[in-house]
């Protein structure tokens, strides 16, 4: 803290000991007259406006804005005038000729205002080519040089015996205004600049702008207001020289906005932002480490769950394997039963008519074998009918290559004595052929199909039998005093682009709206516990899907219901 205030004590005296050496050398200035003074105060200015274009020339490449590198090549011509204003002032005798300072004056100052207001403006990073504007400022001095001393056509600023003209009042109040207007945008962009420099420049302009509203006030060049204006000309350009040669040359890296000292700042608060940043998101990883783990916990959790649900549902589907298998196994006896009622019912007849030959003595060798020719046939159907059952529905062994409507036609022949009250057809769209009984049938190329030949006929068997099923249902509901008509069912075979179609269709009424997307349900049924399982049609679909690889559908027609199967041809 002492060497801090010790610090403040040696700089605020150095600037005291400075000012009073800057006033001292004006008074003694003074005293050898007003050109002296006016010599001493220009040179003064002079000086500090070739300082600041030596010093932001020699530091451009180093420097990242171009706010300082415009004002230097600005003050170097500002510079040069202000010598051409020194050397043609009144009594100086310098350059002959007629007096042109105050035009020189007003010049000068027009260019370095001007200046000052776009100097904010290159606060972006617009490159500057030195050779393009040192060239325009040279075109503009030479331009005013010719003005003056060339066309004399540069406006008269002063009229020796009267004083100021109108032009020269009235352009001092307009270089005021664009100097409060460079100071406003200077405030406006007050974030680029150190805190520092920003107070040094809006001092100098300030002065400035008193300086030159001193300059409307004076009757004669050698006046006391033309003296005072020099001097606040003095203390600007002091101040725009502690802003910029002071600053640059004792703290080049904290001179203007973008220099090293607001980069180190900027970084500094990136670097802040950045740990925050990364605090953060070191949370948010463990968070989220934390979340994988309870993830692949659940996952696991998940796993071992599925696992259970899969082998429940694999021992559901072996029990309905095993029930389906039980039920087609009934169906299989039940149609065997049928087949054999009537050779049963033959043989009954026949060993009855031989035991009454045999009563009653009329008994020969002729009538015996006959009868025993007749037993031995029906016997070898009902051997027959029992292989015949045994080879349909054993196990496929591998895919075989067959025509549907042959398949169609076997199903209807082993079912043949339980749809007595039963219409039936198998058409061919290919050929447009149709057979009402499966004795008729000639095997279709057309419809020819490789898979597994017994499991597509215990799909067809189960979608007959319930269609047969429900027309019996039908039958049996209708009111006595109606005649019962025969129901049919219809199969049709056909190639549809690349699939091989079946539709298996009936008149038994169709099957209810609300129910007809459960019927392949498990265990889902419309008849009576005793008649029904529900896991025919079930099993039906897990053959066709996952066995056969097709397709099986249903849906309402007119009178009845049909049953869909496609395949790959």
């Not at 700089?11 to 050898?32: G, K, N, Q, T």
């Not at 170097?76 to 310098?94: A, E, P, R």
């Not at 009267?162 to 945008?185: D, Q």
């Not at 696991?300 to 029930?323: A, P």
């Amino acid at each position: 803290m002492d060497c801090y205030e010790q610090t403040s004590n040696f700089s605020l005296s150095r600037s005291i000991l400075l000012w009073l050496i800057i006033v001292s050398s004006l008074y003694i200035s003074s005293l050898f007259g007003y050109l002296v003074f006016h010599t001493f105060a220009e040179m003064f200015s002079v000086v500090i406006a070739f300082c600041i274009f030596t010093l932001s020339y020699n530091t451009r490449k180093y420097i990242q804005n171009n706010y300082l590198y415009f004002l230097g090549i600005t003050y170097f011509f500002v510079g040069c005038l202000d010598i051409l204003h020194t050397l043609t002032y009144k009594g100086m005798n310098v350059i002959p000729g007629k007096v042109v300072a105050t035009e020189l004056w007003i010049a000068t100052r027009y260019i370095e205002s001007i200046s000052l207001l776009i100097a904010p403006f290159f606060l972006k990073e617009i490159k500057i080519r030195f050779s393009l504007l040192f060239s325009l400022y040279l075109l503009i001095t030479l331009l005013i040089f010719a003005s003056i001393f060339t066309w004399n056509v540069f406006p008269v600023c002063y009229v020796e015996g009267v004083g100021l003209t109108p032009f020269k009042k009235i352009s001092e109040y307009i270089i005021c205004c664009v100097f409060a207007a460079s100071l406003i945008l200077l405030y406006k962009n007050k974030k680029s600049f150190d805190s520092d420099v920003l107070k040094l420049l809006t001092v100098s302009i300030s002065f400035t702008i008193a300086a030159e509203l001193c300059f409307t006030l004076y009757a004669g060049v050698y006046d006391f207001m033309n003296m005072v204006g020099h001097i606040f000309k003095v203390i600007s350009y002091y101040f725009i020289y502690r802003a910029i040669i002071v600053t640059g040359m004792n703290k080049p890296f904290d001179l203007l906005f973008r220099d090293l000292s607001l980069s180190n700042k900027l970084n500094t608060e990136r670097t802040r932002e950045l740990s925050v940043s990364n605090e953060k998101l070191t949370e948010e990883i463990a968070h989220r480490k934390e979340a994988e783990n309870k993830l692949e916990s659940l996952n696991e959790q998940l796993k071992n769950q599925m696992g259970k649900e899969v082998e429940k549902l694999r021992q559901k589907e072996m029990l309905l394997i095993q029930q389906s298998k039980l039920a087609f196994m009934g169906e299989m006896i039940a149609a065997i039963s049928h087949q054999w009622k009537q050779p049963l019912n033959a043989l009954g007849l026949m060993i009855q008519n031989l035991y009454d030959s045999y009563k009653y003595e009329e008994l020969n060798d002729e009538y015996f074998e006959k009868t025993v020719d007749d037993t031995m046939k029906q016997i070898d159907f009902m051997s027959k009918t029992v292989d015949d059952f045994r080879n349909f529905f054993k196990p496929s062994k591998g895919k075989e290559t067959f025509d549907m409507i042959g398949i169609a036609a076997d199903v209807f022949s082993l079912f043949s004595s339980q749809i007595r009250h039963i219409h039936y057809s198998i058409t061919c769209h290919t050929h447009n052929k149709t057979f009402h009984h499966f004795s008729e049938v000639i095997s279709c190329d057309a419809t020819v199909i490789t898979t597994y030949r017994n499991q597509l006929a215990h799909v067809i068997l189960n979608i007959i039998k319930n269609a047969n099923d429900a027309l019996e249902e039908k039958r049996h509901n209708l009111p006595m005093n109606m005649t019962p008509q025969y129901g049919n069912i219809n199969i049709e075979c056909y190639k549809h682009g690349n699939r091989l179609i079946m539709e298996i269709s009936d008149n038994a009424g169709g099957i209810p709206e609300e129910i007809i997307d459960r019927i392949f349900e498990p265990y889902f049924t419309t008849k009576e516990k005793s008649s029904g399982t529900g896991i025919g049609l079930y099993m039906s679909k897990i053959i066709i899907e996952n066995s056969l690889g097709g397709k099986i559908s249903v849906k309402n027609i007119e009178g009845g219901a049909r049953f869909t199967l496609e395949f790959n041809a």
